[in-house]
């Protein structure tokens, strides 16, 4: 009974494959639905001090965990937002990307787990796990979405796959913006997989953007490993996205910047 209360949201999701550049994706659903362009502010890692209301979505609760890396909770009587920031650019925050490794992921989802992770990211999450009761904010009768950009869609990740296969909890939505890879093929193929298939049958809303790099020990020094200006993430260069015009960020640090997705929407 509580899976079938977590399958109540069928709404087609189209994957767009990024196979040039410029190139955007795009799909249609994202320019129908309001709560993608407010989980496109809640995700923003610009304003992170406290705990403030966000277009109708209380803030209640706001956690640190290590490395800086941070959660929000936004709370409505039939949603539940748990939205994940990037590190911060400080000394401790910096440590996260430095010396990566895969390790096994028994501290995530307990003896028996599958494949490797990321020894940071999931010391992170675990930190952050270890700073809320999620018993107080998840209900048989509210949906959850889970949202974040850059490092925090990694953790978006991680906690859906948590959700799932510790509290088989299935996300109504999950919505994240140029994420990192968790995990090596076996956990990636089995837990993230395995998720996305269950709420694909659950007509959830699966719309993450990734990068399939599972090797911690390829970094090269750019964000997260990954040449971040080029494809698949969006192209804010040219004058129109999917149709619409857009002006380009005059101080923007590259197609990372999640400003880049805040602008398409705003625009949609």
Known sequence: M???????????????TVTGYPSTPCPQEWRKDPIMKDLVVLSDAVSWDGCSDVRG????????????????IYQTSAVTVFVFRPTQNTAPGQDIHKNRRLVSCVPLLGEGCLGMVNDRFQEAFCSLMGQVDLQ???????????????????LQLMMGVYLYFRFSVVPSKMI??????????TFTDKYVGGL????????????????DQR?????DGTVEGYQVDGPPYMQIETSMICGIPIDPLPDSYGLHDLRNYALFFEAS
């Open 57 to 72: 979505y209380p803030c209640i609760q706001d956690v640190h965990g290590k490395y800086d890396t941070r959660m929000k």
């Open 136 to 154: 107080e904010v998840l209900s048989p009768s509210k949906a959850v979405y889970l949202t974040g950009h850059s490092l925090g869609g990694a």
């Open 2 to 16: 509580f899976f079938l209360l977590k399958c109540w949201w069928v709404v087609l999701v189209m994957m767009t």
């Open 215 to 219: 090797n911690p020990q390829q970094y």
């Open 176 to 185: 994240g913006f140029a994420g990192p890879f968790i995990g090596d093929t």
């Open 196 to 211: 996305r298939s269950v709420m694909s049958h659950c007509g959830a809303v699966w719309q993450i953007e990734t990068i």
